[in-house]
């Protein structure tokens, strides 16, 4: 039974570009969870990416900064992207939109924050600052 619901679990997790990280959509983690939708086309996601690196490297104890390529690349194209906007944190493998029960993001970029007990606290459209990112952690979960 508990092989079951290992594997059970493991199906649930979506991977990352980075083999030591995983996403459990729903799941309780202890940490606040923040996944950036973004496009190599998209502007103001390019602005975005150096204020989700340094949020990402200021708050890395109590906040994981996961990537969506809205594209759904994979493989090179996929790291050649990530190498030409210098992103810095792990990109999900998989879009996790099916898996939280939310439509996909239909503008970029788009950031979901997620509070430490797995749910969904807030959708954000538009490009994000290190410091407005901050603030919605700081925020007491609902």
């Known amino acids: 039974m508990l092989a079951v619901l290992l594997m059970a679990c493991e199906q649930n997790q979506i991977a990352t570009t980075d083999r030591e990280v995983h996403f459990t959509p729903g799941a309780a983690s202890g ?7 973004w496009a190599k086309w998209c502007a103001p996601c390019r602005e975005e990416i150096p204020e989700l690196n340094d ?24 790291a050649a992207d990530m190498t030409a906007l210098d992103i810095r944190f792990p990109v999900l493998l998989a879009d ?12 970029l970029p788009a950031t979901l924050v997620i509070a430490p007990d797995g749910k969904l606290k807030e959708v954000l459209l538009g490009p994000q600052t290190a410091a407005a990112l901050a603030q919605h952690i700081e925020e007491p979960a609902p």
Do not use: M, T
Request: no cysteine; proline share 7%.
């Open 31 to 37: 940490r606040w969870v923040i996944i950036n939708y």
């Open 55 to 78: 949020f990402a490297s200021e708050y890395a104890d109590r906040v994981q900064v996961l990537g969506v390529n809205y594209d759904g690349l994979q493989g090179d194209a996929l």
């Open 96 to 107: 996790p939109h099916p898996a939280l029960g939310i439509a996909r993001p239909s503008a």
